[in-house]
């Protein structure tokens, strides 16, 4: 416990951090270190990718992608491009050793992970990009905090008990009352130092956001135990003790990115007075 605590304090504090250059290439290559080891655990730790050509490709690109919020976007789709006909190039090349299941997950990756945290580095430089990330990673996070702690104390019925033996009904609904006290708390916050005259925070589209967060959140971590039970594996790493690896700690982020991305895109967080 003490020593998941130590490591989600100084995660946290690495997290706000790199906010604070959210507007700068530099939190682009805080994102693309992130994606390039969770993309890498995911390969490595499910043995999914034997081929050391598709390996380093996927990694390439998912590094690359993390940039292209930064570039105009036939460059990016350009690039996209130059990838899959790569990814096709090498399964011609190795047509005798590479698995069809190998490029299959290399294709997945790209959708499931390297998207979510392209998004994430997109939300740096947009209109109140900094709110979108606090939603994204305070909805994904906090909701896992309150579900693990009511969860242990007053947790009873198991919502998937073969793949997390952990999670309670309890804890999830803990978790989802947490995001909301969380959100509120953001908003006032947000409404009184941030927001100018004229501008007026959407706290039906906030506390929204709070619930819905609350359920991808859920819906990532569970996700990713699933393939963890099934390749029968504990972590997908190391490198945060107590927490497992990159993918472990982000997985809930994952699913929350590309929905909140979506609302803010039909609904805006900030009222602004024409």
């Known amino acids: 416990m003490k020593q998941r605590i130590i490591s989600g304090v100084v995660g946290g504090g690495l997290t706000i951090l790199a906010l604070v250059f959210h507007s700068t290439v530099f939190f682009n290559i805080f994102v693309a270190v992130v994606s390039v080891i969770a993309v890498y655990e995911a390969m490595h ?17 998912d590094a690359i992608a993390m940039f292209f919020p ?31 299941k190998e490029i299959s997950f290399v294709v997945m990756l ?14 740096g430089r947009a209109t109140d990009g900094v709110l979108a ?9 906090f909701c896992d905090i309150g579900a693990y702690f009511v969860g ?12 997390s033996p952990k999670k309670t009904y309890e804890g999830a609904v803990g978790g989802i009352l947490a995001n909301v006290i969380l959100f509120i708390i953001l908003g006032a916050i947000w409404g009184g130092a941030v927001l100018e005259n004229g501008e007026s925070l959407n706290w039906i589209l906030l506390i929204f ?22 390749c029968g594996i504990k ?40």
């Open 45 to 61: 730790s499910t043995r999914m990718v034997r081929n050391n050509a598709l390996f380093a490709a996927a990694l390439v690109y």
């Open 70 to 100: 930064l570039m105009d976007l036939n460059i990016s789709v350009l690039l996209s491009i130059v990838y899959v006909l790569a990814i096709m190039c090498i399964g011609l090349k190795f047509n005798r050793t590479i698995a069809v």
């Open 110 to 123: 790209a959708v499931v992970v390297t998207l979510p945290f392209m998004i994430v580095a997109a939300f």
């Open 133 to 141: 990330l606090l939603i994204t990673f305070g909805g994904a996070w």
């Open 152 to 163: 242990s104390f007053f947790g009873s019925h198991k919502i998937a008990p073969v793949i």
């Open 209 to 230: 956001l709070a619930v819905v967060t609350s359920f991808t959140g859920m819906l990532g971590d569970l996700s990713f135990s699933f393939i963890k039970r099934k």
């Open 235 to 274: 972590d997908y790493g190391n490198l945060i003790p107590g927490h497992g690896g990159a993918l472990d700690r982000f997985d809930s982020i994952i699913a929350t990115a590309p929905v909140v991305c979506a609302l803010l895109q039909i609904f805006p967080i900030v009222i602004r007075m024409v």
